[in-house]
């Protein structure tokens, strides 16, 4: 596969809508699997477009495909996982950066980011298949079972009931 496209920001055509498509060779998926703590990615593929947004900003749109086998949070068994999402990410040229030392909010838009001197989908590919792996993957019908720790021939504490409940019933019986 040749060298992932990178649009450098300052010489995209305000006019046009720019398309890619990325699908990474063996190699290329084997090193991002290793990455994400993927056993294997099988299939990959993200194409879309980026095209201006207004009068200074930039919106990527695009599909991202993939088949990803990853170890059983339980058993380590292979877990095959397919994916297939709508990925959005809007660059903006006047993005507010925080003052050092201030408090910050996450934005409620999560798809906005500040508009630098080039945009790379490669990047967008890797963060968008992060965000979409299962975090705990299982294998059909394997269930988490509870731990429970007490000394010896005590009760566990989930057996013991509701601390507060039982506050509250003191509280009650005070006079």
């Known amino acids: 596969m040749p060298e992932p496209r990178i649009f450098r920001t300052s010489d995209l ?3 046009v809508a720019h398309a890619f498509a990325l699908e990474p060779d063996a190699a290329e ?3 991002l699997a290793r990455v994400l703590g993927a056993s294997e990615i099988r299939k990959l593929r993200f194409a879309g477009e980026l095209r ?3 009068r200074r900003d930039w919106r990527l749109e695009a599909t991202l495909g993939a088949t990803v086998v990853q170890p ?6 292979p877990v095959v996982t397919r994916i297939d999402e709508a990925v959005v990410r809007r660059y903006l040229a006047d993005w507010p950066e925080p003052e050092p030392g201030s408090e910050t909010e996450m934005p409620e838009d999560d798809s906005a ?3 630098g001197g080039a945009i790379d989908p490669a990047v967008v590919m890797a963060e968008a298949l992060a965000l979409a792996l299962p975090d705990f993957p ?3 019908g394997v269930e988490i079972g509870t731990a ?5 021939g005590a009760a566990p504490f989930e057996a013991q009931g509701n601390p ?6 003191l509280k009650k019986d005070a006079p």
């Not at 429970?148 to 010896?152: G, K, L, Q, R, Y």
């Not at 507060?164 to 019933?169: D, N």
């Open 13 to 15: 055509a305000r006019r």
């Open 29 to 31: 998926r084997a090193a």
């Open 52 to 54: 201006p947004e207004g």
């Open 72 to 77: 059983c949070v339980v058993t380590l068994e």
């Open 113 to 115: 980011e500040p508009l």
């Open 138 to 140: 299982r294998a059909a």
């Open 148 to 152: 429970t720790a007490a000394p010896p």
């Open 164 to 169: 507060f409940a039982a506050l509250a019933q």
